[in-house]
C-alpha cells in the first residue's frame, strides 16, 4: 500500500467547530475532539489527556475497548511519549509502539492490553499552557504523514481555544454561583444569628444559653476554667478528629472561657459566623453579667434594711420590694447557708441555689458575707415539711452545706428576727454546737433569743455563769462544759461522766463546786431554768461572735 492510498480522507471541518462551540464544558469539547480525529484521520482510537498538577489524566476517548484502559491511564508530564509532548510542547509520534523505547512500563501494559501499536500526539495549547495531548492511535504499525500531523495540531488548536473559553465561561459561572452561595450563606447565617440572639435574650443561665450556641454552630461548646478544667459542655460531635475552631474569654469570670469544638475545619464563611455566634454568647453573658451586678447592689440594699428591721414605713417598703421583684407574703421564711468545711468562704453558692429554686419557686437569694441568705415564700406546707424539703436541697448540693431555718413572717418586722434566727442556728451548726444539716431556732431553745442586743446577751450570761466563766479562764478548769452536759443529761450523773470521759465522783464533786460558786441549788427547777437560758445564751453570743 502506497502513502498514498493511506493518506487521510478529507473531512470538512466546519461541522467540527460548530460541534465544539456548542459544547456545554471541558468533557463534551474533549469527546467531540476526539470523535472528529477519528474521522478526520481515518484512525480507530484517539484520547485525550488533560493535564492536572504533575500528571496527564484521561479527559476522553474514542475507539478504546478495555475498561481499564479508559479508567487507568495516567501519565506523569516529562514521562513516557505523551509526558514528553505535554512538558516540550512538541508532536511526537511512534510508528512502531512495540519497540520504542520511550515508554513507559505501567501504560506500556495498558497499550499493548488494548493492541495500539502506532501513536501520534500533539500538544493542546493556550499561549503559553499545556492544557493537555491528543492522541491518534493505529492497532497496527503506520507511518504517520505531515498531513495528519498538521490536521492534528489544528484540531488540538481549535480545542485549546474552546477549553479557554469554556475555562473563562466556567470561571464566570463559578464566581457568580460562588456569590450567590455567599449571598445565600450571609443570609441564613444573619437569620441564625438574629434567631439565636432573640433565644439568648430570655436566657440567664449560661447552661441552655450553651446548649442553643452548640445547636446553632453545629458542633460541641465548652465552658472551661483558665487551667482548662472543664465547667460544662452541650452538643455532640461527629466522626473524625476534634478540634477547636473558636473561642471567646468571658469578662469578669476569672478567664472562664467558651470553646467552640468540631471534627471538621471551617471555611471562612463558617468560621466567620462561629465567631458572630460566640459575640452574641458574649454580649449576652455580659448583659446578663451587668443585669445581675446592678440587681445584686439594689438587692443588696434592700435586704440589709430587711433583714436588719429598718422598715419605718412598711407600706413604702413593700412597694420597694415589688418594684425589685421580691414579694413579701405572710408566711415566708428566712433560711441562712453556709459550708461546714469552708466556713470563712463561700465556695460556688450557685450550686444550692440552683436546688434552692428548683424546690421553691417563690425564693429569693442574696449573699452576705461568707453565708448565703434565702427568703422562702409561702408554699402552702408545714414548718416540719418545709424543714424536710430543705434537708433533701441540701442533701443534693454539693459540698458540706448547713441552714438554719428562721422562724414564719406575718410582718415585714419578723424579717429580721427570722433571719436573727437562722443565722444563729447555722452559726451554732459551723461551731460544732449542734449535729444535722438543717437546724430551727425553735429546735435550739432560743427563740427570742437571737434578735437581742450582744450587750444584753453578755450582760445576762455575766449575771449568771460570771464567777464559774472566770474560775474555767483563771484557772483552766472545766466548770461550764460540766455544767452544760449535766443539764442536757437531766442531772444523770453516769450519762454526764461517759459523755465527758470522766469519773462519776468527778462529776459529783464538780458540780458540789458549781453550786457553791454560782449560789444555785440544781433541784431548784427556777434555778436550772436560769442557767440552762444563760448557757444557751452563751453559746449564741460566742457564736455570732458577741463576746467580749
Not at 504499525?141 to 475555562?167: C, F, K, N, S
Not at 445565600?184 to 433565644?199: P, W
Request: hydrophobic share 40%; proline share 5%.
Amino acid at each position: 500500500m502506497t502513502l498514498e492510498a493511506m493518506s487521510p480522507p478529507v473531512v470538512s471541518a466546519e461541522p467540527y467547530l460548530r460541534r465544539l462551540l456548542a459544547a456545554k464544558d471541558v468533557t463534551q469539547a474533549l469527546q467531540i475532539a476526539t470523535d472528529h480525529v477519528a474521522r478526520s484521520i481515518a484512525c480507530p482510537v484517539s484520547w485525550a489527556g488533560l493535564v492536572e498538577g504533575d500528571y496527564l489524566v484521561m479527559g476522553a476517548h474514542h475507539g478504546v475497548e478495555s475498561t481499564e484502559m479508559a479508567a487507568a491511564w495516567r501519565l506523569k508530564v516529562g514521562e513516557g511519549i505523551g509526558g514528553r509532548v505535554a512538558l516540550d510542547r512538541r508532536p511526537q509520534m511512534s510508528r512502531d509502539y512495540r519497540h520504542d523505547s520511550r515508554r513507559v512500563p505501567l501504560m506500556k501494559r495498558l497499550i499493548d492490553n488494548e493492541g495500539i501499536q502506532a501513536t501520534l500526539i500533539v500538544p493542546i495549547l493556550l499561549a503559553e499552557n499545556t492544557l493537555g495531548v491528543l492522541y491518534a492511535a493505529h492497532r497496527n504499525p503506520y507511518p504517520w504523514t505531515e498531513a495528519e500531523q498538521e490536521m492534528l495540531e489544528q484540531i488540538a488548536h481549535d480545542l485549546g481555544v474552546r477549553l479557554r473559553q469554556l475555562d473563562v465561561d466556567g470561571r464566570r459561572q463559578r464566581l457568580a454561583d460562588r456569590a450567590e452561595h455567599r449571598s445565600e450563606l450571609a443570609r441564613d447565617n444573619m437569620e441564625t444569628a438574629a434567631r439565636l440572639a432573640g433565644s439568648l435574650t430570655h436566657q440567664a443561665d449560661p447552661g441552655p444559653a450553651l446548649d442553643l450556641l452548640a445547636r446553632e454552630v453545629g458542633g460541641r461548646v465548652e465552658l472551661r476554667q483558665a487551667d482548662g478544667t472543664l465547667v460544662r459542655a452541650s452538643g455532640e460531635l461527629g466522626d473524625g478528629n476534634a478540634r477547636v475552631v473558636g473561642r471567646t474569654v468571658l469578662p469578669d469570670c476569672d478567664d472562664l472561657t467558651v470553646v467552640v469544638v468540631h471534627t471538621r475545619e471551617p471555611d471562612e464563611h463558617a468560621r466567620a459566623f462561629i465567631d458572630l455566634c460566640l459575640g452574641l454568647f458574649r454580649l449576652q453573658f455580659l448583659r446578663v453579667s451587668e443585669r445581675e451586678r446592678t440587681t445584686q447592689r439594689l438587692q443588696g440594699g434592700l435586704f440589709d434594711d430587711l433583714l436588719g428591721g429598718r422598715v419605718s414605713d412598711p407600706d413604702a417598703f413593700r412597694e420597694r420590694m415589688a418594684l425589685m421583684g421580691v414579694g413579701a407574703h405572710p408566711g415566708a421564711q428566712v433560711v441562712v447557708a453556709g459550708l461546714r468545711d469552708h466556713p470563712d468562704d463561700l465556695v460556688r453558692p450557685e450550686r444550692l441555689e440552683r436546688h434552692l429554686r428548683s424546690a421553691f419557686p417563690a425564693v429569693v437569694t442574696v449573699r452576705r458575707a461568707n453565708r448565703l441568705v434565702a427568703i422562702i415564700g409561702p408554699s402552702g406546707r408545714t414548718s416540719r415539711e418545709v424543714r424536710e424539703q430543705l434537708r433533701s436541697v441540701v442533701a443534693r448540693a454539693e459540698g458540706s452545706w448547713i441552714a438554719g431555718l428562721g422562724r414564719g413572717c406575718a410582718e415585714l418586722i419578723d424579717y429580721s428576727t427570722s433571719y436573727d434566727e437562722g443565722r444563729a442556728a447555722c452559726e451554732l451548726m459551723i461551731r460544732g454546737d449542734v449535729e444535722g444539716p438543717v437546724v430551727t431556732a425553735h429546735e435550739l431553745g432560743i427563740l427570742g433569743m437571737a434578735s437581742l442586743p450582744p450587750a444584753h446577751l453578755r450582760t445576762t450570761v455575766r449575771d449568771v455563769l460570771g464567777p464559774l466563766l472566770d474560775l474555767d479562764a483563771q484557772r483552766g478548769t472545766d466548770f461550764l462544759p460540766t455544767l452544760r452536759a449535766y443539764l442536757s443529761y437531766d442531772r444523770h450523773l453516769p450519762d454526764t461522766a461517759a459523755a465527758l470521759h470522766i469519773h462519776y465522783n468527778t462529776v459529783r464533786n464538780r458540780i458540789a463546786r458549781i453550786e457553791a460558786t454560782l449560789g444555785v441549788d440544781m433541784r431548784d427547777v427556777d434555778d436550772r431554768f436560769r442557767l440552762e437560758t444563760a448557757l444557751r445564751m452563751h453559746a449564741l453570743s460566742e457564736a455570732l461572735g458577741h463576746t467580749g
